[in-house]
C-alpha cells in the first residue's frame, strides 16, 4: 500500500504553492483548497442567516479575495491549525461584507424595518440547529474523514485490493456487515480468522490516515491529539 510520502502535497504545502503565483502548480494547488474547504465555510455562512445562494457567492467572493491580496500567504504552519485561520477569514471577511451593505443603505438612505430584524432574531433564536461556528467545525470534520476514506480507498485500488476494501468499508463507520463474518469471508474467498485481521487493518489503516490528514492542518505534534478530539466532537455534534 502507498504511504503518506506518495501524497505530492500537505495542505500546508499547498498554501504555500497557492500563495506562489511563480509556482508552476499553483493553479492546481487552488483549486483543490477551494474543492476541499468550500463546504465548511458554505456551512458556516448559512448558518449565519445567508441563503444557500447567497453563501455561495460569499464563500466564492471570499476565496476571490483570499487570493487577490495574498492573505493565504499569511496562512504558516507556525501560526496555527489551518482550520482556525480559514474560519477566522471568513468571519473578518462577512464582518467586511455586512459593513458595506449598512453603508450602502444608509447612503441610498434606505429605511431598515426594525420589524424584519426582530423577525429574524426570532428565527434564529428558536432555531435549535448549530451555531455557525459548530456547523463549520461539523462540515469541516466530515470533509476531513471523507478525505481520508478516499486516501484509504486509493491505498487498497493501488494494492489490487479494490474489491476487499469496498466488502469491508462498513467497518471504517463503526457499523456491521449485512453478512454474517463467516458468509462474507467465503464470498470473499477467506478464512474468518483472515477476515478478522483484514478489518482489524483497514481500522488501523484508516486511524493512521487520519493522523496524517491532521498532521497536514496544525502546527506541532501534540496538537494532533487536541485536534483528534475536537473533531470526535464536531462529529457528534458537541461543537467546542
Known amino acids: 500500500m502507498s504511504t503518506a510520502g506518495s501524497f505530492a502535497c500537505t495542505r500546508w504545502t499547498q498554501v504555500l504553492v497557492a500563495a506562489d503565483p511563480a509556482h508552476p502548480g499553483t493553479r492546481a494547488a487552488l483549486e483543490e483548497l477551494c474543492r476541499t474547504y468550500r463546504p465548511p465555510l458554505h456551512a458556516y455562512a448559512c448558518r449565519t442567516g445567508l441563503s444557500p445562494s447567497d453563501a455561495d457567492d460569499a464563500v466564492q467572493g471570499f476565496f476571490a479575495r483570499l487570493l487577490r491580496l495574498e492573505s493565504i500567504a499569511q496562512a504558516r504552519r507556525e501560526r496555527g491549525r489551518f482550520r482556525a485561520f480559514l474560519l477566522a477569514s471568513l468571519k473578518h471577511f462577512l464582518a467586511d461584507a455586512r459593513d458595506r451593505e449598512r453603508a450602502a443603505r444608509r447612503g ?3 429605511v431598515v424595518s426594525l420589524e424584519v430584524e426582530e423577525a429574524a432574531v426570532r428565527r434564529l433564536a428558536a432555531d435549535a440547529g448549530p451555531s455557525p461556528d459548530a ?3 461539523q462540515v469541516w470534520a466530515l470533509t476531513l474523514l471523507q478525505q481520508v476514506g ?27 456487515s449485512d453478512l454474517p463474518y463467516a458468509e462474507l469471508a ?7 480468522p483472515a477476515l478478522r485481521v483484514a478489518v482489524h487493518r483497514l481500522r488501523q489503516r484508516y486511524r493512521q490516515l487520519l493522523r496524517e490528514e491532521i498532521a497536514q492542518t496544525v502546527e506541532t505534534a501534540e496538537d494532533i491529539e ?5 473533531l470526535r466532537r464536531a462529529v457528534a455534534g458537541g461543537g467546542r
Open 186 to 192: 467465503a464470498t470473499l474467498a477467506m478464512t474468518e
Open 108 to 110: 441610498s438612505g434606505r
Open 135 to 137: 456547523a463549520f467545525d
Open 226 to 230: 487536541d485536534e483528534l478530539r475536537h
Open 150 to 176: 478516499k486516501r484509504l480507498e486509493q491505498d487498497y485500488r493501488a494494492a489490487d485490493q479494490a474489491e476487499l476494501f469496498q466488502a469491508l468499508k462498513f467497518a471504517l463507520a463503526g457499523e456491521k
